[in-house]
């Protein structure tokens, strides 16, 4: 049944990339398994997706214990600095960087444990107060600060759309997002990479695809819908 909503996903980037002209090979489907059962991801990953991710650094811990050890865990939730001694090992990349002090803390968690995060910067893109990320005024600064700690490497930028049905409304922060990342780029900051834009979910992933995503995050469309009351 759950590989069944992959197939479903699958054509529906697969027609996304059509339309922008792109090669499915420049789009990983990350699979948000947060809320959800081993069992589902069992399911999900005898598909043959491989990467998956969690907004909880317990979570992803325990998952990580229990699974196979060749899956690709994400971190793209908002992350205190008391649980990044955790990641190390267990992640592949952590989406959801938003400050100077957390990219420290990544960066001395990461030197302890002998490895090197990479990382993205979390952007703020519509400027929602409820939201975590930087300014996207602010984001090349925070990149150039971040870029001298000798353990994290960014890999590029993050965002959330605001909530909406209609996902040509995100349309505009994705194309803002891309903007940054190629300013951000040409200004060859040391340690600076900018290969990478995690955004577009269940309700905006095509729309992601069309304005330049290297990065999907899915949840719902594969899982779906979850409950946080259990
Ligand atoms: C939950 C979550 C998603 C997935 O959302 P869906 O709408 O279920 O696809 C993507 N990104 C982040 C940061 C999330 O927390």
């Given amino acids: 049944m759950l590989s069944e909503h992959v197939m479903q996903v699958e054509e529906r980037i ?13 789009i990983t489907l990350i699979a948000v398994s947060k809320t959800k059962p081993v069992s589902d991801i069992e399911e999900v ?13 317990q979570e992803l811990k325990e998952k990580y214990e229990i699974l196979p ?10 992350l205190q600095r008391n649980k990044v001694k955790y990641l190390p090992g ?18 001395r ?20 107060i409820s939201k975590f990320g930087v300014s996207p005024e602010e984001t090349e600064e925070l990149a150039r600060q971040i870029a001298v700690l000798p353990n994290v490497h960014i890999k590029g ?10 996902p040509e409304e995100s349309r505009v922060y994705f194309k803002n997002l891309r903007q ?15 290969s990478e834009l995690s955004m577009g979910m269940t309700g905006d992933f095509e729309t992601a ?12 469309a594969i899982f779906g819908e979850r409950n946080y009351n259990i």
């Avoid at 697969?14 to 420049?26: L, P």
């Avoid at 990461?110 to 929602?128: H, K, Q, S, W």
């Fill in 157 to 166: 930028l993050m965002t959330i759309a605001p909530y909406t049905d209609d």
């Fill in 69 to 78: 050890k060749n899956l690709r865990w994400h971190m793209i939730g908002h």
């Fill in 90 to 107: 267990r992640t592949v990349l952590i989406h959801s960087v938003d400050s100077l002090r957390l990219a420290e803390e990544i960066s």
């Fill in 180 to 194: 940054l990342s190629v300013d951000i780029a040409e200004k060859n900051i040391d340690n600076v990479s900018m």
């Fill in 109 to 128: 968690e990461y030197a302890r444990y002998g490895a090197e995060a990479d990382i993205l910067l979390e952007v703020n893109a519509a400027g929602e």
């Fill in 14 to 26: 697969q027609k996304a990339c059509e339309r922008a002209g792109r090669s499915r090979d420049e």
């Fill in 45 to 57: 990953m005898s598909t043959g997706i491989v990467d998956f991710s969690e907004n909880k650094v």
């Fill in 209 to 220: 695809i069309e304005e330049g995503a290297t990065l999907i995050r899915v949840g719902t």
